[in-house]
């Protein structure tokens, strides 16, 4: 297998989380009455809106990964979540803000090593009160201000990659 030296090639991703308020109603039905927020984390293609469900279309990001593993807070019984296609999503209710480590698998084909990134999950529309610190501002307000956005931008760099796998990624 040959290196193609001194190439660089990157793909550009994004990582975070949206969050929504559970409805009264919601958390009355749940299993768990303390969680107050429905949250999904995930890692999606630069080249699209957070809203796509990126599957199959030119925004899949599968042809080059193979795994996302998303590491929650210990507090969940399963805090390992492995998916193994798109989306790269975990969705699950909680009550708290953690900081979630996203670990990315590459294609077999690939030969490279996994990547880590972290996300603070956040829940909260943190508001500044005044001249003072942001604030979590009650569960009313929250709600009306609709949902909580968080996402980072960032590049996978391949440095000397596999002929095999620059054909993958430049043919996709
Ligand atoms: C905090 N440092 O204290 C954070 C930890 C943990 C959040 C937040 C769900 C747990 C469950 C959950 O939201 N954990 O499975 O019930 O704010």
Redesign the pocket.
């Known amino acids: 297998r040959v290196r193609v030296r001194g190439l660089s090639i990157y793909r550009p991703i994004i990582y975070g989380n949206t969050a929504e308020v559970m409805t009264p109603e919601e958390r009355a039905s749940s299993q ?1 009455p ?2 107050t927020h429905r949250w999904t984390v995930a890692v999606r293609s630069a080249a699209s809106s957070p809203d796509s469900k990126q599957v199959g279309g030119a925004d899949d990001i599968s042809y080059f990964i193979k795994r996302v593993t998303f590491k929650l ?1 210990d ?3 399963v805090p390992n979540r492995n998916v193994d296609k798109p989306p790269f999503e975990v969705t699950e209710t ?5 900081e979630v480590q996203i670990r990315i698998n590459f294609v077999q084909e690939s030969g490279e090593k996994a990547v880590t990134f972290y996300h603070h999950l956040k829940l909260h529309p943190w508001a500044a009160v005044g001249s003072g610190d942001p604030e979590i501002p009650a569960p009313e307000v929250a709600a009306k201000a609709g949902p909580v956005h968080s996402w980072q931008y960032d590049e996978v760099v391949f440095n000397d990659p596999f002929q095999s796998f620059l054909n993958v990624l430049t043919q996709h």
């Open positions: 768990f303390d969680h807070h507090t969940y019984a909680g009550w708290g803000e953690f």
